[in-house]
């Protein structure tokens, strides 16, 4: 069987195998990931970033957002001031809307707090379902609905601790980012990333 006849979710059936969101969807999406806060920080980021916009646009802005935010190390974004928020709207390697810099500088400062309560951000976004994965058995893409309780019950949680563009819509992307919902439809070899 050649790499193209491999079987994957519906939704990146139109991109070419060699396209960024292949490799996104086969090495990435849906694996689950703890114990690395500056992973989950820099899926966090991307998410924020592509509201409103295509998760492809985030994907290839990726690397310059991750040089943009000091390779996502958590403490540093942190630190970061509205002198470099201001740079940083003129920066063509990433998507420049002032809204969503301040929102990262602010969700790393929301981070670090979290981390200092829970230990680690992994602990905090896994400890809504104990380190349970929700396996939701997705026949077809349209199946997959925008977000659900679950998201709305964390996105009301991170509001109040501080976050930005995180409402309950980015933070389902982002639990199935991350791997909470595996989202993956039954029928995709990378269900259960084998």
């Known amino acids: 069987m050649g790499i193209k006849d491999v079987v994957r979710c519906q939704w ?3 991109y070419d195998v060699s396209d ?3 490799k996104y969807h086969d090495q990435e999406w849906g694996h689950p990931l703890q114990g690395n806060d500056q992973l989950l920080f820099e899926l966090l980021t991307l998410e924020v970033f592509q509201a409103g916009l295509s998760w492809e646009i985030s994907l290839k802005k990726r690397s310059g957002l991750k040089t943009a ?3 996502f190390d958590i403490t540093q974004v942190a630190r970061m001031t509205e002198e470099d ?3 940083l709207k003129n920066n063509p390697n990433i998507i420049r809307n002032g809204m969503k810099i301040a929102a990262t500088i602010t969700n790393a ?3 670090k707090h979290i981390q200092d309560e829970f230990n680690s951000f992994s602990s905090y976004m896994w400890h809504f379902t104990k380190n349970d994965i929700i396996d939701h058995q997705v026949m077809a893409n349209q199946d997959i609905p925008s977000q659900n ?3 709305q019950i964390i996105a009301k949680d991170m509001k109040k601790r501080g976050f930005k563009f995180t409402g309950p819509v980015t933070v389902y992307s982002y639990l199935q980012g991350m791997g909470i919902i595996n ?3 039954i029928t995709c070899e990378f269900k259960y990333h084998k």
């Open 69 to 71: 935010f000091h390779n």
């Open 85 to 87: 928020r201001l740079a």
């Open 20 to 22: 960024a969101m292949i």
């Open 183 to 185: 989202d993956h439809e």
């Open 109 to 111: 400062q929301a981070i």
């Open 149 to 151: 309780t679950l998201s």
């Open 12 to 14: 990146v059936a139109k």
